[in-house]
């Protein structure tokens, strides 16, 4: 049976916008305060899905959350109606306001860690919604993940996310890489952590991710052990605002493509890759020294929060990269390298995702790939398959419900919040997601 990776994009949600919440991310808090442009987003998200799809990748598309996250002020104690309940938590909390209004579900690759189905003992596609609980931001995203992840893909095991405690921190797939030679085969999953949830914080940046967290999901989707491999960042990668992995490492296939800084152990890393491999596939490493690509121009620039893909009929590999890696010096050098090489990857192409970029979500950020074989391709939900028709239809809905831009003090107006739940309300039906898929349908 044939699998190949599709990758689900997070569409992003009416109410994006700038809010500098994520410390230790340097886009997010270099940008705070900006006017977004929540149409402009949008659609810069569907071209690139869009793109992939006539490539003739398998491509899917995961709806946003409801924002204002109103179940997050009835736990804070507020009451009323829902524009009352939106007023005063503007009035008392304006912070934690910010923080329930963030379209932060766009990152699809924060939204789970995803074991194929020929990785796993029992045969079967495995997700489970991150907690992402180092973000109080984030932190409310991962029950509606579970709810759009059970729609989505009706034939896996979605689990529970992982305990919301510090000690299972979890950012999902950001820090989980898989390798494999065939996509049908079974793979190598690299997981890769910041800390250890016992031990103290951290100076400086949060590491978001605990090997606690990574064990667990390896467990729960009963990877096989010597097939398993966790690698620690380094802190230097973390202290230079590589809040996730993805940011200084991506890979496919057989290939890791990744910053000489992202790991605290690169010769243990790849020893253990290498034995993990054994008998499946020979990894290729494609290290990037800091002498070619300084790590603040890869993070800068975002090199590796690319999409490493490969096209149909092609046997080199393909890296999607942000406008930025083309704009800046360094890493447009690499790129010219890395094509005129033989090595893995022998292509490079770019696009334009510069309003997620300016809150640290590059093109890799934006998308969750889940490798399916045919069978279980055929089983996804429709409303999650991205068609032309889709498209078009997705582009005629941003452009009918979303504000062309969107400042710090427009999203204190309630009437954010009732456009935001009509263009959900008509999501649902263009989705097909039934009439309760939001908290605001449920009441
Ligand atoms: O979690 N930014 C996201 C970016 C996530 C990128 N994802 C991956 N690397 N896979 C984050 O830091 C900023 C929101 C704001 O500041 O308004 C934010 O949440």
């Known amino acids: 049976m044939i699998a190949r990776e599709a990758n689900f994009d997070g569409l992003i949600g009416p109410t994006h916008n700038y809010g500098g919440l994520s410390d230790g991310n340097l886009a997010s808090s270099r940008h705070a305060g900006l006017v977004s442009s929540p149409r402009g987003a949008a659609l810069q998200g569907l071209e690139k899905m869009a793109a992939m799809a006539e490539a003739g990748l398998w491509q899917g598309v995961l709806p946003p959350q409801q924002r204002p996250f109103l179940p997050a002020l009835l736990q804070a104690g507020f009451s009323g109606s829902d524009a009352q309940i939106f007023t005063q938590g503007w009035a008392d909390a304006p912070r934690l306001m910010k923080n329930l209004m963030s379209a932060s579900s766009m990152w699809a690759a924060n939204a789970a860690t995803v074991s194929p189905s020929p990785d796993c003992a029992d045969g079967t ?5 991150a907690n992402l609980s180092t973000m109080l931001h984030r932190s409310i995203e991962h029950e509606q993940t579970g709810r759009a992840l059970s729609r989505a893909f009706p034939f896996a095991a979605v689990h529970p996310a992982l305990s919301g405690q510090s000690v299972f921190a979890d950012e999902g797939a950001a820090n989980h890489v898989r390798l494999c030679g065939e996509r049908e085969g079974q793979g190598v999953e690299l997981l890769v952590y910041g800390r250890d949830g016992y031990a103290a914080a951290r100076p400086g940046y949060p590491a978001r991710q605990t090997i ?5 999901i390896a467990r729960s989707h009963k990877l096989d052990p010597a097939r398993t491999v966790y690698i620690l960042q380094s802190d230097a990668a973390i202290d230079a605002g590589a809040f996730h992995n993805d940011v200084v490492c ?13 790991f605290a152990d690169t010769a243990q890393m790849k020893a ?14 494609v290290e990037v020294s800091n002498a070619d690509v300084p790590i603040a121009d890869a993070i800068k620039a975002y090199l590796f929060n690319s999409m490493l893909v490969q096209m149909p009929g092609d046997d080199r590999l393909t890296l999607i990269a942000p406008l930025e890696t083309q704009e800046n ?18 292509n490079v192409q770019f696009v334009d995702v510069r309003q997620s970029m300016q809150n ?19 089983q996804v939900h429709t ?33 954010v919040m009732t ?25």
């Open 272 to 285: 253990d890759m290498t034995r993990a491999a054994l008998g499946l596939f020979d990894p290729i490493f």
């Open 329 to 346: 010096a360094a890493t447009r050098a690499y790129c010219e390298t890395l094509m005129s090489g033989n090595g893995p990857i022998g």
């Open 212 to 216: 606690q967290a990574s064990r667990a």
């Open 125 to 129: 596609l495995h997700l489970t919604p």
């Open 250 to 262: 991506v890979g496919a296939m057989q290939t890791l493509f990744y910053h000489e800084l992202a």
């Open 419 to 443: 456009e935001s739940f009509e263009a959900l309300d008509a999501l649902t039906k263009i989705m097909d997601l039934g009439d309760d898929f939001y908290p605001f349908q449920r009441g």
């Open 360 to 378: 640290g979500g590059g093109p890799a950020c934006l998308r969750l790939r889940v490798t399916l074989t045919e069978h279980e391709w055929a």
């Open 383 to 415: 409303g999650n398959k991205f068609t032309p028709a889709l498209h078009n239809t997705l582009k005629d809905w941003v452009n009918t419900h979303y504000r062309e831009s969107l400042s710090p003090d427009d999203i204190r107006d309630v009437s």
